[in-house]
């Protein structure tokens, strides 16, 4: 069944439509498709020193208007502004960053005379843009998301379609518009507001060379299964990432961190802090200190300057997390704050104590303002209860003691473990990368 020919953008925080925009038809798509091969044919005419001025004046041209692209960000996905501004810097340094890694796109001599088959022989690697990509990118970063996505296509010379999410279309057109007037051909990157089966139908399509998916496991691994022979891809999904808190742990350092790891963006972060465990010596004191942190966020409104956790993107998920915070409480979970919804587009920032292993919020991704505490009394326990999702991206160990807090990073699964620090910590150049059903490949730029 087709979507309407239209599609309506909203202010996230009180569902105030901001925006129609043209959904894109599917035979406009084609005609791009088509016109993406010849330009990978071609490539010899966009040479880098092109691709690097223009990447270079975009930044120049984002820089300039930053503090509106913040509030594009907070008016459509509803991150808070202090954050918004945040994504938007992150976002034109993520730019000049593709820039500077033009420079280092270069292969490698192969050392031939390793057996006699190979005496007297030179050989060498190129590296080569391998042609049409496709982007779909998810709402909860809608600039800097899309800037890693595009900007790599960009700095190597691979022409790019890049489909936005629905709720959040804006922060991406913007950024499109910009790379034009930055010089970038038009033909070189596209955005494409399509519907749900068109979408697939462009990412499945064998004229892409690669597909770079952010958005939920069930969809990404879906469209794996679908992909042309040679199309290769890159998935970034979700987790549910976990922090052990040492017996020696700084409560001091630590508490202020895993509340903005937990409840920033309202937790609508794939590498958000979800799962605490607090050695039993200091569990009692965690849950006073956090409980007491958690109630000192400012929700609401995201465009004011004071709030730190502003509305969930759809009315929807606030009745899901609603519903997966009630069903824990039932089956024995302690709610030490929150625990109701705030308006029909606001959760209140949630601290749950104990929730059953096998309880939604103990499993899945609550992608919400929740975070669950748990007590344990060995570390070897609190790692395997750590490790039993099949998700696994990144995750924390806080301890004074640097070589028992380094023995259990090495023991935690995911790509990226985090010491003394929350588990949503990153910078743009860092590889990035979910594991196990978290994803495929690796994200970053450089």
């Given at each position: 069944m087709k979507t309407d020919a239209t599609l309506t953008v909203f202010r996230t925080f009180d569902r105030e439509p901001i925006a129609t925009l043209e959904r894109t038809p599917f035979e406009t798509v084609d005609i791009w498709l088509d016109e993406m091969r010849v330009l990978h044919r071609g490539r010899a005419h966009f040479p880098a020193f092109r691709r690097r001025d223009i990447l270079l004046r975009l930044a120049d041209l984002?820089?300039?208007?930053?503090?509106?692209?913040?509030?594009?960000?907070?008016?459509?996905?509803?991150?808070?502004?202090?954050?918004?501004?945040?994504?938007?810097?992150?976002?034109?340094?993520?730019?000049?960053?593709a820039a500077s890694e033009i420079e280092r796109i270069a292969g490698r001599q192969v050392p031939m005379d390793l057996s006699p088959a190979g005496a007297e022989r030179i050989a060498f690697t190129r590296r080569e843009p391998i042609g049409p990509v496709v982007a779909i990118s998810a709402f909860n970063h809608p600039l800097n998301l899309i800037v890693h996505q595009v900007a790599p296509a960009i700095a190597t010379g691979c022409p790019v379609i890049v489909k936005p999410a629905d709720p959040t279309?804006?922060?991406?057109?913007?950024?499109?518009?910009?790379?034009?007037?930055?010089?970038?051909?038009?033909?070189?990157?596209?955005?494409?507001?399509?519907?749900?089966?068109?979408?697939?139908?462009?990412a499945t399509d064998p004229r892409v060379a690669f597909l770079t998916f952010i958005g939920s496991a069930k969809v990404g691994w879906h469209l794996r299964s679908k992909l042309a022979p040679g199309t290769r891809c890159a998935l970034e999904h979700g987790?549910?990432?976990?922090?052990?808190?040492?017996p020696d742990a700084d409560l001091d350092a630590a508490i202020p961190?895993?509340?903005?790891?937990?409840?920033?963006?309202?937790?609508?972060?794939?590498?958000?802090?979800q799962r605490i465990f607090a050695h039993a010596s200091i569990a009692d004191e965690v849950e006073n200190r956090l409980t007491q942190a958690v109630a000192d966020l400012v929700s609401g409104d995201p465009t004011r300057e004071e709030t730190e956790a502003g509305p969930l993107i759809l009315p929807r998920e606030v009745e899901r997390v609603s519903d997966w915070v009630l069903e824990a409480e039932k089956a024995g979970a302690r709610i030490a704050i929150g625990g109701q919804a705030?308006?029909?587009?606001?959760?209140?920032?949630?601290?749950?104590?104990e929730p059953p292993e096998d309880s939604k919020v103990s499993t899945l991704e609550i992608f919400g303002p929740v975070t669950c505490l748990f007590?344990?009394?060995?570390?070897?326990?609190?790692?395997?209860?750590a490790n039993a999702l099949p998700v696994a991206f990144q995750a924390a160990v806080f301890g004074r003691d640097i070589n028992r807090t380094l023995a259990v990073a090495d023991r935690l699964d995911g790509s990226g473990i985090m010491i003394n620090d929350h588990t949503a910590f990153r910078t743009d150049w860092m590889p990035f990368a979910g594991l196990r059903q978290s994803?495929?490949?690796?994200?970053?730029?450089?």
């Open positions: 984002m820089k300039a208007e930053r503090n509106d692209l913040a509030m594009t960000i907070a008016l459509e996905g509803g991150k808070p502004l202090i954050d918004a501004h945040i994504e938007a810097d992150r976002a034109i340094h993520g730019v000049e960053l279309p804006l922060s991406a057109r913007r950024f499109v518009e910009l790379a034009y007037e930055a010089g970038l051909p038009e033909e070189w990157c596209r955005l494409a507001l399509l519907d749900i089966p068109d979408a697939e139908k462009l987790g549910a990432a976990p922090v052990i808190l040492m961190l895993l509340v903005k790891g937990g409840y920033y963006h309202s937790g609508q972060v794939c590498v958000s802090v705030i308006s029909k587009t606001c959760y209140a920032p949630t601290v749950l104590v007590r344990y009394t060995d570390v070897g326990e609190a790692v395997r209860r994803g495929l490949g690796t994200g970053g730029i450089g």
